[in-house]
Antibody, heavy 121, light 107 residues
Framework: EVQLLESGGGLVQPGGSLRLPCAAS????????MSWVRQAPGKGLEWVSA????????YNADSVKGRFTISRDNSKNTLYLQMTSLRAEDTAVYYC??????????????WGQGTLVTVSS | EIVMTQSPATLSVSPGERATLSCRAS??????LAWYQQKPGQAPRLLIY???TRATVIPARFSGSGSGTEFTLTISSLQSEDFAVYYC?????????FGGGTKVEIK
């Protein structure tokens, strides 16, 4: 059974930093592209970042470009989102999602339960 | 950026009735279109990918159609567990984009 477990969320001040890990199990992590998607309170889904199976290719939404970095450690079956220069508008539940295959051009077939990040003073 | 527009924003349907949800892309996304269902307090769940292929263990009452810029998700006979928010998403071009969602509520 695929399991994706996000952690690392919490309250952070504007301008602060946070790193979100997503621990994966139940599948061959190194064979799948991964992504982060967020959802602000009461709002819709917003794609944030994606990374290829090898980690060689990454993409970021314009709203986080230069501030967020997606990475992965295939030896630890873990996906990461390093967030810096956080703003109030980054407040959201952050979901980690697994692609249907190795390519980034797939739908996202499995999702974690999310971790809440609140940016506030 | 490809803008995904879903309509209607809210759909009121009685159990057992058919629901038809629409999604329009601002430019062609070929068939690189997925539908997700999200219930309150839960993560999204993949329903349809490739515009018309049901994901694993998704009931046959869910069907998707369309290509290019116009897409439809049909729920043939709504069950109580189907009342939720539905999102379409294109994965043809970067940045990946979602529609604003359609809330299917009990009439």
């Amino acid at each position: 059974e695929v399991q994706l477990l996000e952690s690392g969320g919490g309250l952070v001040q504007p301008g602060g930093s946070l790193r979100l890990p997503c621990a994966a199990s139940g599948f061959t992590f190194s064979s799948y592209a991964m992504s982060w998607v967020r959802q602000a309170p009461g709002k819709g889904l917003e794609w944030v970042s994606a990374i290829s199976d090898s980690g060689y290719s990454t993409y970021n939404a314009d709203s986080v470009k230069g501030r967020f970095t997606i990475s992965r450690d295939n030896s630890k079956n873990t996906l990461y989102l390093q967030m810096t220069s956080l703003r109030a508008e980054d407040t959201a539940v952050y979901y980690c999602a697994k692609a249907q295959g190795s390519s980034l051009y797939y739908a996202w077939s499995d999702w974690g339960q999310g971790t809440l990040v609140t940016v506030s003073s | 950026e490809i803008v995904m527009t879903q309509s209607p924003a809210t759909l009121s349907v009685s159990p057992g009735e058919r629901a038809t949800l629409s999604c329009r892309a601002s430019q062609s996304v070929s068939s690189n279109l997925a539908w997700y269902q999200q219930k309150p307090g839960q993560a999204p769940r993949l329903l349809i990918y490739g515009a018309s292929t049901r994901a694993t263990v998704i009931p046959a009452r869910f069907s998707g159609s369309g290509s290019g810029t116009e897409f439809t998700l049909t729920i043939s006979s709504l069950q109580s567990e189907d009342f939720a928010v539905y999102y379409c998403q294109q994965y043809d071009n970067w940045p990946l984009t979602f529609g604003g969602g359609t809330k299917v509520e009990i009439k």
